[in-house]
């Protein structure tokens, strides 16, 4: 009997799992049945096991040797067994990939004869626990001749509860545990998250410092309000002269300094961060469809037949995942300096965070889709599944997109999309991306948390998962300052650590018209708010109480209304009145008394 000896090989990258036979004819006459089995526990770690049967389709056709190649280097406890045989395996471990390979003791020969080994491991990199949420990440077998069929279940521990996301869809669910059928996975990971909300307790250190021998006055961007995080501040020391928001909705906050003055500003803060995006209230600006230095859709390179009809956010998305290749030395090379997007296009096989944000801005402003890009703080357990590109602190970058069915923007991650091989981070994003700023009008300002330094290298950001907490409602104060024209104008002042956005109204009554206004009002800053008067004392001032009502609750000033006519002009308009009136009635009086000395002369 003549005998070929084949090897097989399986591919995982990173948390995907891929099946890549050697391209030899004798390999494809196998029938393979996979059952996978993911159980994990309390602690985060998970059991992986792996069950395979393979019948010989041929009698002159058997495998002696089989590998996985793994895009995981959190494994230990790797049992391999064959025919109940235990082997130990050769393992060997790359930058972000784990090899396990070894022969097959038994020699399995023979027509519809079944071979049967079993691997086996311990991993961290399949759930990540956050406060209260889990994110698990399957990988997928991707599918190949040799696969007849696979079955993979997942058990969780009983107290999780149900999962806010999970695809595809299970088969069958049994209480803690979820069954997949081989046509429901096809070559698809399975992605689960667990938990609706996440809440992280933040400090971040900001280094300011005035070299000049005049005061100046230099911002800091403080971490906003997105369509899926909510931000608390729950202090910050010093106070600023002022906070504000910018185009984008970052949240300003302004120091004046005096000459050769150093001063650390101290932000303490809690951060939400919601599974769902909430609508946006307003439409988004156009400046973000337009072109620039760094997103520069304009040069050439962007005109080139691959990209013809790349144009949708999903294929744009799709096309950056694929084209870009993730540079792991890149940073530790050079101190990265921002590229233009064609010449991270041009350059993709050494792309880093920012490179995939920016060819995404780029080529969805070309098709005409709002975008932008964010920085922020990603939570990585694993930096080589989930790099985190930014030298300053532990900073990542990302793009999102303006969703005009959903009205809201909606974030995507291409760079871990492309070095997890597969998870899906466009249909869905985890609970570890905490924005720290929106470049939307300008690719570069204002600067992140963790990138205001003094010289020194210092560790500035600290963000850890806690339990929920509850935020407080946004309380105001309303002051009112003048009358402008046919206008009250007020003062709102925001004394809470919490943004309000969202509705003001004055109802209408005798003196004021009903005014309506959208205020958008950081933590600790105040906005101003007009009210429209239907009419206004002759001469006298009135003064009105004026009820404000802001986030449904009511907030109660006096204002003084007046005449909208200079006062010297009323005084000149009733001294001509009267004057008009004196000589009239004189005249008048002469008439009469010519009249009457007429008549009775």
Known sequence: ??????????????????????????????????????????????????????????????????????????????????EGIQITPDVLKTLNQTTISFPFVSKIVGKDKLHNFTIEYDTTDIATKQGNTWQIDIPRLEQDENVSDQIVTLTVPPEFTAPAYIDPKPDIVNGNIYYFSGKKVGNKPISAIFGKTQYYRGKIIYHLQNNEKEKVQTDIALPPDTSY???????????????????????????????????????????????????????????????????????????????????????????????????????????????????????????????????????????????????????????????????????????????????????????????????????????????????????????????????????????????????????????????EGGELLFSVSNLSGVSYFGNAKVNSDTFLETSEQIMDIPPYSEKSFRVRSKKQPFISITDLKVIIYINGQPYESTASLGSVTAPGLILAGIGGVLGITFIGSWGLHLRRQRQKTTLYR
């Open 229 to 483: 995080q909510t931000v608390y501040y729950e202090k910050l020391e010093p106070r600023p002269i002022k906070i504000y928001t910018d185009n984008d909705r970052n949240i300003l906050a302004t120091y004046l300094l005096n000459p050769n003055e150093n001063l650390d500003v101290n932000l303490d803060l809690v951060i939400k961060l919601n599974f769902n995006p909430s609508q946006t209230l307003t439409q988004p600006s156009e400046e973000y469809l337009k072109k620039n230095s760094i997103w520069n859709f304009d040069n050439s390179i962007f005109s080139s037949p691959e990209l013809k009809n790349i144009n949708s956010p999903k294929s744009i998305y799709d096309f950056v995942v694929d084209k870009m290749k993730y540079d792991y030395g890149k940073i530790n090379r050079q101190r990265p300096v921002r590229s233009p997007a064609a010449e991270s296009l041009i350059n993709y096989v050494s792309a880093i965070c920012t490179d995939f944000t920016d060819v995404y801005v780029s080529l969805a402003r070309r098709s005409g889709i709002y975008a932008r890009e964010l920085e922020g703080y990603a939570i990585s357990e694993n930096p080589d599944l989930k790099p985190i590109s930014l030298t300053q602190d532990v900073l990542h970058a990302w793009p999102e997109y303006y969703d005009k069915e959903r009205a809201t923007w909606i974030q995507i991650d291409p760079t871990w999309a492309n070095t997890t091989r597969g998870i899906d981070y466009f249909n869905k994003l985890d609970f570890n991306h905490v924005v720290f700023v929106i470049h939307g009008s300008q690719p570069e300002y204002p600067v992140p948390a963790g990138g205001y330094k003094n010289g020194e290298k210092t560790k500035d950001i600290s963000i850890e998962p806690i339990d929920e907490v509850t935020f407080p409602t946004p309380v105001f104060k309303v002051q009112f300052i003048k009358q």
């Open 1 to 82: 009997m003549t005998k070929l000896s084949v090897a097989l090989y399986i591919f995982l990258s990173l948390c995907t799992l891929f099946l890549r036979p050697k391209r030899v004819e004798a390999i494809a006459k196998f029938n393979t049945i996979y059952q996978i089995n993911y159980q994990v526990e309390e602690s985060g770690n998970t059991h992986v096991n792996f069950v395979i049967s393979q019948r010989n389709n041929l009698s002159v056709v058997y495998a002696t040797d089989f590998g996985i190649s793994v895009n995981e280097t959190k494994l230990k406890n790797i049992k391999v067994k064959d």
